[in-house]
């Protein structure tokens, strides 16, 4: 089955904690990217990759960083977790870019 | 002033309605316009996007862009209560690796 996976679903964590959330899709997608939702905000995009090794940010990369080293994984870490960087986390990926994604199920992140 | 307005709802409807909704901008860059519909607890799904001003249909769904209103709506026919979920808008100056700017998204209730 087609899908884009990311693990784990939910999260809580303390302040400082560094974490990493997982992201992997099986279709071959060069475009990958990584977008927070929050309330009243909508979905936002924190990082994009178009190929391995290649990555750049979106609109609040503040406080994450991202690596491509392989086509179908796209890790999300956040190195010093705060508090506002709780949100509900999704990986996408498309093989042509922003107009075609696929979104996997969402990562719910805590932090205390 | 939000780049992307859109009203959150919730839109109530009965089964068999037409549901119209709608999004309005200011980036008048904005080239690719992308329609998600999202279950609660899931990550959003692409149900189609368009490029520049027309009509594009796919099955109960028509999504029409009138770039000189800055104005874009999802027609759903024959709604079913399967429908109910958000609704969320997206749009990009291009395709690619442009960053979206996504709407709030809109609530939809099919009641039977």
């Known amino acids: 089955e087609a899908q884009v996976t990311q693990n784990p679903r939910y999260l809580i964590t303390v302040t400082g904690k560094k974490l990493t959330v997982t992201c992997s899709q099986n279709m071959n997608h060069e475009y990958m990217s990584w977008y927070r939702q929050d309330p009243g905000l909508g979905l936002r995009q924190i990082y994009y990759s178009m190929n391995v090794e290649v990555t750049d940010k979106g609109d609040v990369p503040e406080g994450y960083k991202v690596s491509r080293k392989e086509k179908r994984n796209f890790p999300l870490i956040l190195e010093s977790p705060s508090p506002n960087q709780t949100s509900l986390y999704f990986c996408?990926?498309?093989?042509?870019?922003?107009?075609?994604?696929?979104f996997g199920p969402g990562t719910r992140l805590l932090v205390l | 002033q939000k780049e992307v307005e859109q009203d959150p709802g919730p839109l109530s409807v009965p089964e068999g309605a037409i549901v119209s909704l709608n999004c309005t901008y200011s980036n008048s860059a904005f080239q690719y316009f992308m329609w998600y519909r999202q279950y609660s607890r899931k990550g959003p799904e692409l149900l189609m996007y368009t490029y520049s001003s027309g009509n594009k249909e796919d099955g109960r769904f028509t999504a029409q862009v009138d770039k000189s209103s800055k104005y874009i709506s999802l027609f759903i026919r024959d709604s079913q209560p399967s429908d109910s979920a958000t609704y969320l808008c997206a749009m990009s100056e291009s395709g690619g690796s442009y960053i979206p700017t996504f709407g709030r998204g809109t609530s939809l209730i099919v009641h039977p």
């Open positions: 996408a990926s498309s093989p042509t870019g922003v107009e075609t994604q696929y």
